[in-house]
């Protein structure tokens, strides 16, 4: 599969170039348009227990498509939900990739997701504890809400970023849940909730503008109206 990106950073769309018979997995709803001669099939990926995990725990579709090329190959769009970038991220054997709820968009042949616990304090950060797992040879495409920051941390460095940032990482990394500020009643009234620290080395994935806020923003208003 090769991929080519347009519309970034703000609209972005991922077309995704199939080889003869090969087939891409596709987020229920992600699929913008294909060329005449494809075949999709809507499953659950892995039964009707894994597609009830992947709906309610980790944010993505009940259904997903499986996009398959016809022997001459073909071509199929793929976009994010919310306005924003779109990245290709490898994803190697030995070095597992979790992805947060709601960013994944597709994945190569050879790459497979399955919904993962990321840990029971991360519930308590707001943001659900659970994603999917990517792991295999090929790559997964994400998407991000506005735009996609990189950060490759070294051997012991850390940064800490607020959860609702954070897109994907290496799951071989070392990450823990902190409140934001010094005491709860703080970090309640701030509104900056939880924050993780990342230890490297390893890449943690980005997006500059935070889905939750538009969520607490677009509540809010609706409440006024």
Same mark, same amino acid.
């Given at each position: ?13 991922? #077309? ?13 709803? +992600?699929?913008? +348009? ?14 009707? /227990? ?19 090329? @016809? ?8 976009? !994010?939900?919310? @306005? ?5 991220? @490898?994803?190697?054997?030995?070095? $597992?990739?979790?992805? &947060? #709820? ?19 304090? *991360? ?5 659900? !504890? ?7 040879? %090929? ?30 990482? $290496?799951? %071989?990394?070392?990450?823990?849940? #902190? ?6 009643? #703080? ?11 990342? &230890? ?5 994935? /980005? ?5 939750? $806020?538009? *969520? ?10």
């Amino acid at each position: 599969m090769e991929i080519q990106l347009r519309h970034t950073p703000s609209f972005g769309v991922a #077309r995704l170039l199939l080889a003869g018979n090969e087939p891409v997995t596709v987020q229920g709803g +992600a699929l913008m +348009a294909y060329s005449a001669a494809m075949t999709v099939d809507a499953n659950t990926n892995g039964g009707v /227990l894994a597609g009830l995990k992947r709906s309610v725990l980790s944010g993505e579709s009940f259904f997903v498509s499986t996009v398959t090329a @016809p022997p001459q190959g073909g071509w199929a769009d793929v976009v !994010g939900t919310l @306005p924003g970038d779109i990245i290709a991220l @490898p994803i190697t054997a030995g070095r $597992d990739q979790f992805i &947060t #709820r709601g960013s994944w968009v597709a994945n190569s042949y050879g790459v497979s997701t399955e919904t993962k616990w990321a840990g029971a304090r *991360n519930l308590i950060g707001g943001e659900g !504890g659970f994603g999917l797992r990517a792991f295999g040879e %090929g790559q997964a495409l994400v998407s991000v809400y506005g735009a996609l920051d990189v950060m490759d941390l070294g051997p012991g460095e850390q940064v800490i970023i607020d959860t609702g940032h954070v897109v994907s990482y $290496d799951m %071989g990394m070392s990450v823990e849940l #902190r409140q934001s500020s010094s005491s709860l009643w #703080r970090t309640v009234k701030s509104g900056e909730g939880f924050v993780f620290l990342f &230890t490297g080395p390893g890449r943690v994935l /980005l997006q500059s503008r935070n889905p939750r $806020d538009l *969520n607490a923003y677009i509540t809010s208003h609706s409440a006024n109206s």
